[in-house]
């Protein structure tokens, strides 16, 4: 069992920069695969980035790419999103996911987390 709690959303201008954590509690973290999506206003849920459990491999989406960065401290239990470059259409709930694999961007997640909200102003 693994239990997933964000961290730092907010408000933030268009081109500003936030991080946020996801928090995982539970003696498996190491034994999973972790990932962020993501669902704006009135639209479906949507993947973001993916890294792999030993953090050797990383993937993200392509309308992030270049400017989000995931990473894992499995010392923290702690999982990163470094979102750089921010635009008006990355205001999201983001979540926070858990999967056997990077197979865990096209939906199979064992955990989700209860997600934080991103607004980006224009």
């Known amino acids: 069992q693994v239990q997933l709690v964000e961290s730092g959303g907010g408000l933030v201008q268009a081109g500003g920069s936030l991080r946020l954590s996801c928090s995982a509690s539970?003696?498996?973290?190491?034994?999973?695969?972790y990932g962020w999506f993501r669902q704006a206003p009135g639209k479906g849920r949507e993947y973001v980035a993916a890294?792999?459990?030993?953090?050797?491999?990383?993937d993200h989406a392509d309308s992030v790419k270049g400017r989000f960065t995931i990473s894992r401290d499995n010392a923290k239990k702690t999982i990163y999103l470094q979102m750089n470059n921010l635009k008006p259409d990355d205001t999201a709930v983001y979540y926070c996911?858990?999967?056997?694999?990077?197979?865990?961007?096209?939906?199979?997640?064992?955990?989700w987390g209860k997600g934080t909200l991103v607004t980006v102003s224009s």
């Open positions: 996911a858990a999967g056997g694999d990077l197979r865990l961007k096209n939906g199979a997640v064992n955990y």
């Open positions: 539970g003696r498996s973290f190491s034994s999973y695969a």
């Open positions: 890294i792999s459990r030993d953090s050797s491999r990383t």
